[in-house]
């Protein structure tokens, strides 16, 4: 774990307009022995759509789009001459407003991403990342800064007769984009203490004050919301995975990275993969000692009408965090839960030792045989899931279709999950399995 690059609050806000280049960080402290501090979470300058309207409002003639302060910028030249760049200006604010604010904590040192971590020292950067939930955590308080919110604005705007707006929506009463941001989610759920801010630092209020709300805009339980560390073992992975669909990140591998922490694993960063990462998480978490959870393949995928029923077959993982949408509601029942052995990607795919299953309910002899039959010799088979859902009956098993497809088993794509009431497993011994390998094709 890599030391902890602090920025002195007081020494920053002191030295904006100085034109005198100062030392602004203190001394990197090692792991345990940090002093207090607050973090910054927020959305970066570069990229965004809008930004660069202030850049063309002023009066400078630079066109270059706004961006964030680096750690390369603090150290090279003063605030003062940094102040002269417009594309600098708004983060350079944005710093000392988290500074400000980090002060009135009773806070002396803050920590913000974007000019901490030296991001030319790939290193550090790897080792930063594998960190990151817990220095969010450990801080004595976070600022989560909402650019796209301006309170006194829709305060001006709104009408007598209506409703008063939401905190966290923005002008056009869309909730602020730091909710779908992928490094976001790991900072709402981690910290301690979180607090809300507008563009012009304007406190909108507390994680826990706006709990129903976070809880509107996300789909995230309020009780994982308001402790996340409390409540996080009562959580399957499918259940964690449906908060981080639909959002997005700049780079694709790290829709794999920001859910280190909320997972609980942890692997080495591999920029230029892609959408391979993903899968290698997946892997990582199925070989992971302890974390036997069998929602990871409780997620599903919706097709359009006329789809190829044979193009609906895929290999068990899935191919992006979209695809647990629907999967809040997955729950695990520990009680219940009985090993089946290790299961990991191999170069033939996914193995899995499937049971041999009978499911209960309805039906004659002749029709339980002819189950049985089916299960052991069929090309298609039912395969239970220890992951259970919630309906109005009470709880029922997760089962997903299995098919044998040109001498390879795949999943049958559905756009919902098979429900059952109860599913009979045989043998809880080696005779009451089947080991079976599930090419893991890419999925686009």
């Not at 030391?3 to 345990?32: M, Q, V, W």
């Not at 309910?361 to 010799?377: E, H, S």
């Amino acid at each position: 774990m890599p030391p902890l690059r602090l920025l002195k609050a007081h020494t920053f806000c002191a030295s904006i307009r100085s034109l005198k280049k100062r030392d602004l960080f203190a001394s990197r402290f090692n792991p345990g022995a940090e002093p207090a501090y607050a973090i910054l979470s927020h959305r970066w300058c570069e990229g965004v759509e809008g930004r660069d309207k202030a850049v063309r409002k002023t009066k400078t003639r630079s066109k270059r789009r706004p961006r964030e302060v680096t750690l390369q910028d603090l150290r090279s030249r003063s605030l003062g001459h940094l102040r002269r760049n417009a594309a600098l200006r708004d983060s350079l604010e944005k710093i000392r407003g988290a500074c400000r604010r980090a002060l009135a904590e009773g806070q002396r040192y803050v920590w913000i991403d974007s000019c901490c971590i030296d991001r030319t020292n790939l290193f550090e950067v790897s080792e930063s990342i594998r960190s990151m939930f817990r220095w969010y955590r450990d801080a004595a308080c976070c600022f989560a800064y909402l650019w796209d919110v301006d309170v006194d604005q829709e305060v001006r705007s709104s009408n007598l007769l209506s409703p008063p707006p939401s905190p966290l929506r923005n002008e056009r009463q869309e909730y602020s984009e730091w909710f779908s941001r992928g490094w976001t989610l790991q900072e709402l759920l981690a910290p301690r203490r979180l607090l809300f801010f507008d563009r012009r630092w304007n406190k909108l209020g507390t994680r826990r004050a706006l709990a129903g709300e976070v809880e509107t805009a996300t789909g995230i339980p309020a009780k994982y919301v308001t402790d996340f560390s409390a409540h996080a073992e009562d959580a399957s992975v499918a259940m964690k995975m449906s908060w981080m669909a639909r959002r997005s990140t700049t780079k694709e591998e790290d829709t794999a990275y920001c859910l280190f922490g909320i997972i609980g694993v942890s692997m080495d960063v591999r920029y230029g993969d892609g959408r391979k990462e993903f899968l290698r998480f997946q892997d990582k978490i199925m070989r992971e000692p302890g974390l036997q959870d069998e929602s990871i393949f409780a997620w599903r995928r919706s097709y359009p009408l006329g789809y190829p029923e044979a193009s609906k077959c895929s290999g068990l993982l899935a191919p992006w965090p979209d695809a647990f949408e629907q999967s809040g509601g997955v729950r695990l029942r520990p009680e219940k839960y009985r090993s089946r052995g290790p299961y990991e990607l191999t170069k033939d795919g996914l193995r899995l030792p499937v049971p041999i299953s009978l499911a209960g309910g309805a039906g004659n002899f002749l029709d339980r045989i002819k189950a049985l039959r089916n299960a052991l010799f069929g090309t298609t088979r039912s395969l239970p899931l220890q992951c259970w859902i919630e309906a109005l009956e009470g709880w029922r098993n997760i089962s997903l279709t299995i098919r044998k497809v040109n001498g390879n088993w795949q999943r049958v794509q559905n756009d919902s999950f098979e429900q059952r009431t109860w599913v009979k497993w045989l043998s809880w011994g080696k005779s009451g399995f089947k080991e079976l390998y599930f090419p893991q094709k890419r999925i686009e």
